[in-house]
């Protein structure tokens, strides 16, 4: 079964300064953080507050995922941070 993402949750974790967000291979739970900057990258006009950077990772949402499946298919992890230059 490929990584698939049918929780459409996702949170900004302020500490990190990444959106959080989930994506799942059968039964296993796979965490993916997308770093403020990649968000910057994928929609210049965000706002830089975190109704910004959620707003972002929404309108990017299908890039983003997309994206979590080939870094995914490289490694296999409990946990991905997708940066910039990933896109």
């Known amino acids: 079964m490929p990584l698939n993402f049918p929780n459409g949750s996702r949170s900004y974790d302020e500490r990190r300064n990444v ?31 975190e109704a910004g950077y959620l707003e972002a990772f929404d309108t990017a949402r299908d890039r983003i995922h997309e994206t979590a499946r080939k870094v995914y298919s490289r490694a296999r992890k409990d946990a991905y941070i997708l940066a910039a230059a990933d896109f």
């Open 19 to 49: 959106i959080r967000f989930w994506g799942y291979d059968s039964a296993l739970e796979i965490s993916f953080f997308v770093e403020v900057g990649a968000l910057f990258k994928l929609c210049p006009q965000t706002k830089n507050v």
